[in-house]
């Protein structure tokens, strides 16, 4: 019997609320004019007339950043290394530990814990679209793969999950009603002190999916006392992501996840001041949310030991082990002091997963659970892609016919937040500074920005201040921006799992979305994937596209070449037959990538597909 669960999709019955029509033609030259010297912009309803009554760019405001209290916790207990197939059933280990003593809400010293929920922003006019206004009836649909060794079921519920009364209670306080899916599956699996490899389509929710079984397990393990080591930290988890942005927004989550449970969590990244995340870890630290350079400047200095870490999460884990961060993370993960696989639990997230970095993932985790929610690397349906011919000296002024068709159509006088990635970080200074001077408030967010300027430009879009930010894929991965309607690659990227990351900043936890990507010659070599992946994702292709992606060549070797190229975009790498030298890992029930297969079995046997 296939597992396969098939029911309808939660992208489908989304609302529509947010979809949004740039109203403006693919006319690439409109407006076009020679180089060197450029006009100032000039809206195609104003063309003729004077500047004078074109907004002014607001001025910034800073954000009042929540104070972070001391540490509450009062560890103690047994370590318990017996992971995997030992380890006792979730449920039935009884109880959960109440933690350091110092009650909810207080923290040592009696210091009242900060409240995360207390700044939620609500902004009524978008309200329809926030967590309750998700229509999860339409969950079921979506595909999900399981592949491994007993694959524990998913649930419907987080009631049918003993989370504990206290992590419950910060559910409800972010107003989840209902898991998403990749929480559905990767809940049980995590709970039942599996590894897990997950794919899920970007803005489904994966933040959770790690860090409540986490903060669940800490909450319900006892673990042995922490040695005393001056100044040096002692985490139980570690959770890792590429960027300093993601990190602090991990950190906030895990906060709100974790608020009046007495488990402490720290965050740890670079360019901040190191001396203020010494003090904080020196408070205590249960869960350490860290960049990989910072946190081995930690191990170095010996501030941060990794020796009682029981939960390792990767957060965009493909990239986390691609060729920029691999050595960091190997150092971190294999040179120090972490507990070997199958010591430590390790959870791997991401919206994509190229199988050459699944192979090396696999040096990280000891008889892992691979899950794929959606098709895995694909774009959800919750976003509109376009694609329009541009040349480069036309792209400005046609971003700027887009952004002011926007500007008509905003709600209550508020339009959504628009998105820009471009490929460079002059590229990035320079279209922020054309479009202020254009009358279209932007900041820009990239790596050779101060982390203090990185922030306020992130704030200020976020509040909607200045409703434009233009990026460098520094922005691409992970962000949760609510008020994200609009994405435009103003600059495409060379990767096809790039651009899934960049165009899911939109289209996040059930909301619709616009991506609106301006392609030429120079990027012909994302003509075939992107045509292939808008394809997928129900869009519509232009002709020229096709034409275009018919020619490109798409030799072997290209990480833009998604094997199999039918509906899914990946699937459990030991699924082929030269994983495991040569070895067909699931006894060579063949069944390619694209070729959905019945590998047999429900739940309990040893391959569980929930594909038709
Ligand atoms: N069960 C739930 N019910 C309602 N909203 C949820 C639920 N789980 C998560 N969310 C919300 O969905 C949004 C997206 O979640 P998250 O940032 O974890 O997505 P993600 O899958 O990690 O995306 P990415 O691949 O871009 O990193 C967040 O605003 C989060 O608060």
Request: proline share 6%; glycine share 10%.
């Amino acid at each position: 019997m296939s597992a396969t669960m098939r029911t309808s999709s939660w992208a489908d019955s989304a609302d529509n609320n947010a979809a949004i029509g740039s109203g403006v033609s693919s006319n690439t030259n409109a407006s076009a004019v020679g180089r060197p010297v450029k006009p100032a912009y000039v809206p195609p309803h104003l063309r003729n007339r004077s500047m004078a009554s074109l907004a002014e760019p607001p001025s910034l405001v800073t954000n009042n950043v929540n104070e972070r209290g001391p540490a509450n916790w009062g560890g103690s207990l047994n370590f318990k290394p017996d992971l995997g197939a030992g380890r006792q059933g979730y449920g039935s280990g009884g109880g959960f530990n109440s933690r350091g003593g110092a009650g909810a809400g207080r923290e040592r010293g009696g210091r009242r814990e900060a409240n995360p929920f207390e700044n939620d922003e609500v902004d009524e006019s978008f309200s329809e679209q926030e967590n309750t206004g998700i229509n999860f009836d339409a969950y079921d649909d979506i595909p999900v793969e399981t592949s491994g060794e007993n694959v524990p079921p998913p649930v419907n519920t987080f009631a049918e999950i003993d989370l504990g009364d206290a992590l419950n209670q910060n559910i409800q306080r972010c107003k989840y009603v209902k898991p998403t899916p990749v929480q559905r599956y990767a809940i049980p699996i995590s709970l039942s002190g599996r590894d897990l490899m997950a794919c899920a389509q970007t803005g489904s929710g994966k933040t959770a999916a790690f860090c409540f079984p986490i903060i669940s397990g800490i909450l319900r393990e006892q673990y042995a006392q922490r040695p005393r080591v001056a100044r040096t930290a002692y985490p139980l988890a570690l959770i890792l992501s590429p960027t300093r942005e993601l990190s602090c927004q991990i950190h906030d989550e895990a906060k709100k996840f974790s608020y009046q449970t007495g488990v402490k969590v720290v965050v740890a990244y670079g360019g901040a001041p190191i001396t203020q995340q010494l003090r904080e870890l020196e408070r205590g630290v249960d869960i350490l949310v860290a960049t990989p350079g910072r946190l081995v400047d930690l191990l170095e200095r010996a501030r941060v030991s990794l020796q009682m870490i029981r939960y390792l999460a990767l957060d965009e884990a493909d990239r986390m082990l691609d060729m920029g961060f691999e050595p960091q993370i190997r150092k971190i993960v294999e040179q120090m002091d972490m507990p070997p696989p199958g010591m430590r639990q390790t959870l791997l997230f991401s919206a994509t997963f190229p199988k050459e970095i699944q192979r090396l993932a696999s040096d990280f985790l000891s008889s892992y659970v691979f899950l794929a929610v959606g098709r895995v690397g694909s774009s959800t349906d919750l976003i509109a892609q376009r694609v329009e011919y541009v040349l480069d000296s036309d792209k400005r002024s046609h971003l700027m016919d887009l952004l002011h068709a926007q500007r008509e159509t905003g709600v209550n006088g508020k339009q959504g937040l628009t998105l820009v990635f471009v490929e460079t970080k002059k590229g990035a200074d320079a279209l922020e500074h054309c479009l202020c001077v254009n009358g279209f408030p932007a900041t820009c967010i990239h790596g050779d920005r101060t982390q203090q300027e990185r922030e306020q430009a992130l704030r200020s879009f976020k509040t909607g201040n200045t409703p434009i930010l233009v990026a460098t894929d520094v922005a691409a991965r992970g962000l949760d921006i609510p008020r994200v309607a609009h994405v435009v690659n103003f600059d495409l990227p060379n990767d096809i799992d790039d651009y899934v990351h960049r165009i899911g900043r939109t289209g996040r936890a059930g909301k619709m979305g616009l991506a609106t990507a301006f392609f030429n010659e120079g990027n012909l070599s994302m003509a075939k994937p992107l045509a292939d992946l808008m394809q997928e994702a129900n869009q519509e292709v232009p002709a020229w596209l096709t034409r275009y992606a018919a020619r490109a060549s798409y030799g072997g070797g290209n990480r833009n070449k998604r094997t199999g190229g039918a509906r899914f975009g990946g699937r459990d790498v030991r699924k082929e037959s030269s994983f495991n030298k040569g070895t067909d890992y699931y006894g060579g029930t063949g069944g390619g990538y694209g070729v959905p297969t019945s590998y047999g079995g429900g739940y309990g046997q040893g391959v569980t597909s929930a594909w038709d």
